[in-house]
């Protein structure tokens, strides 16, 4: 289930958790085809076990998607926090909390999972407000030289904004 999650990142949530709940189909029937249950004794609830497969895999997605959407929804509003993946970062730690906490830029999707009920670029901002926010922000008064940041930045501008 692990790696069909990895595998899956750019589908919509339900066809992605039902693609995810389809993948323990082949380990359950891996596990009741075994010699342990190829006795005739046990073919009864063999037969019920995998009658009862199709009915695990629809709850499973259905509970997942129902996660998922909890999981967006606090991170998105900020239920979690300003900076709600800090502890799951090691090296660009200082700059997302740079940019999340002290710029005070929100992850990005909160219009499009309320379903762009006032518009679009009504609710939040742009992307490229955010990017612009960031890069004037870092330009005109953080960026010192031999800090950092400075680096950073120079990385940055070198990547971003020259001319090619």
Not at 42 to 63: E, G, M, Y
Request: hydrophobic share 40%.
């Amino acid at each position: 289930m692990a790696a069909t999650l990895d595998k899956t990142s750019t589908m919509d949530s339900i066809d992605r958790m039902q693609t995810i709940a389809d993948s323990t189909t082949s380990v359950f029937i891996d596990f009741f085809a075994s010699s342990g249950f190829a006795e005739h004794s046990l073919a009864p609830l063999v037969d019920s076990a995998v009658a009862l497969i199709s009915k695990f895999r629809s709850q499973v997605a259905s509970r997942a998607v129902d996660l998922l959407d909890q999981l967006r929804k606090s991170f998105l509003s900020g239920e979690r926090g300003q900076a709600p993946a800090s502890p799951c970062l090691n090296k660009t730690k200082p700059v997302y909390e740079f940019v999340r906490l002290n710029l005070g830029v929100r992850m990005h999707g909160s219009e499009n999972y309320a379903r762009f009920v006032n518009g679009l670029g009504v609710d939040d901002a742009s992307i490229g407000q955010n990017i612009s926010r960031i890069y004037e922000v870092c330009r005109v008064t953080l960026v010192k030289p031999d800090s950092d940041l400075h680096f950073l930045y120079r990385r940055f501008e070198m990547v971003t904004f020259s001319p090619s």
